[in-house]
């Protein structure tokens, strides 16, 4: 029966699968205000911390939470209410980006802490966040493409 | 290695369109299939249906509180089906000697 098909009818449906595909995977897209988002309630939970009150501190630390569960709804509610883009559709590699990333964050923003702390800055944490901050927004952009790039890739069909 | 595998029910557009979305998800709610396809509700019924009955898809209606969700998935079998189709077209592609680029519907002749 396939001998029915031509190559060009195909490569079209071919295509045409690629196509929908890319309609799958753009949900499990990070919306850009959810790294702002990220950002400024870290920015938040340092500024508490830096206060040194209990009372600060605990806003803060509430704050952070609460902000951070409610962008993770928001985002997975919104894409995930549709479709569920399937498991395997990243990989491990994906895992290892998402892993590094977390990580030069962290790499930022700890050592940006613990000198200006050392320094006598009345404001290490905040000043920390913020350098993690920087890195989350002009790198984000970065790693969603490249994310977006190996789940579209990811098994060439 | 998957055996390449022509699947007259699944080659027809509008089923290869939805077996294609339905292969890149877990899970998807109808009106995302819908919407995503362009077609109308009782016309994707059909096709979910003609789907369904060939064991490729699984309907499942489930509750969030009081409103009703309709979604459909692909099975096992419905994977491997639409696996082997795709082997198959890329087949009839690579021998025609053509590449599919992945980022269009152009396609080249290698030789």
Same mark, same amino acid.
């Given at each position: 029966? /396939?001998?029915?098909?031509?190559?060009?009818? $195909? #490569?079209?449906?071919?295509?045409?699968?690629?196509?929908?595909?890319?309609?799958?995977? =753009?949900? /499990?897209?990070?919306?850009?205000w959810?790294?702002? #988002? =990220?950002?400024?309630?870290?920015?938040?939970l340092?500024?508490?911390?830096?206060?040194?009150?209990?009372?600060?501190?605990?806003?803060?630390v509430?704050?952070?939470?609460?902000g951070?569960?409610?962008?993770l709804?928001?985002?997975?509610?919104?894409?995930w209410?549709?479709?569920?883009?399937r498991?395997?559709l990243?990989?491990?590699? +994906? $895992?290892l980006?998402i892993?590094?990333?977390?990580?030069?964050?962290?790499?930022?923003?700890?050592?940006?802490?613990?000198?200006?702390?050392?320094?006598?800055?009345?404001?290490?944490?905040?000043?920390?966040?913020l350098a993690?901050?920087?890195?989350?927004?002009?790198?984000?952009?970065?790693v +969603?493409r490249?994310?977006?790039?190996?789940?579209?890739?990811?098994?060439?069909? | 290695?998957?055996?390449?595998?022509?699947?007259? !029910?699944?080659?027809?557009?509008?089923?290869?369109?939805?077996v294609?979305? !339905?292969? @890149? @998800?877990?899970?998807?709610?109808?009106?995302?299939?819908?919407?995503?396809?362009?077609?109308?509700?009782?016309?994707?019924?059909?096709?979910?249906?003609? !789907?369904?009955? @060939?064991?490729?898809?699984e309907?499942?209606?489930?509750?969030?509180?009081k409103?009703?969700?309709?979604?459909?998935? !692909? %099975?096992?079998?419905?994977?491997?089906a639409?696996?082997?189709?795709?082997? @198959?077209l890329?087949?009839?592609?690579?021998?025609a000697?053509? %590449?599919?680029?992945?980022?269009?519907?152009?396609?080249?002749? %290698?030789?």
């Amino acid at each position: 029966m /396939s001998e029915r098909i031509n190559p060009d009818e $195909a #490569a079209r449906a071919l295509a045409e699968i690629r196509r929908r595909k890319e309609q799958v995977t =753009v949900l /499990s897209r990070i919306p850009g205000w959810f790294r702002w #988002a =990220v950002a400024l309630l870290a920015i938040a939970l340092a500024s508490g911390l830096d206060t040194g009150e209990p009372l600060f501190i605990g806003v803060g630390v509430t704050v952070f939470t609460l902000g951070l569960l409610t962008a993770l709804g928001v985002v997975i509610g919104h894409g995930w209410s549709r479709a569920v883009p399937r498991r395997d559709l990243l990989g491990p590699r +994906a $895992a290892l980006v998402i892993v590094a990333f977390i990580a030069l964050i962290l790499l930022v923003n700890l050592p940006t802490t613990f000198i200006l702390q050392a320094a006598g800055s009345p404001i290490p944490a905040t000043v920390g966040a913020l350098a993690g901050a920087v890195v989350i927004i002009a790198g984000g952009p970065i790693v +969603a493409r490249y994310l977006h790039r190996l789940a579209n890739d990811g098994d060439r069909r | 290695m998957i055996q390449p595998k022509f699947d007259e !029910l699944i080659h027809a557009p509008t089923r290869l369109s939805i077996v294609a979305l !339905l292969a @890149a @998800a877990e899970d998807a709610e109808f009106r995302f299939i819908r919407d995503s396809v362009g077609l109308s509700d009782s016309a994707l019924s059909k096709q979910l249906t003609t !789907l369904e009955e @060939a064991g490729y898809v699984e309907i499942r209606k489930t509750f969030v509180g009081k409103r009703s969700r309709t979604s459909a998935r !692909l %099975t096992t079998v419905g994977r491997a089906a639409f696996d082997q189709h795709i082997a @198959a077209l890329q087949q009839i592609v690579a021998k025609a000697g053509r %590449t599919v680029h992945p980022e269009s519907t152009t396609h080249e002749n %290698t030789h």
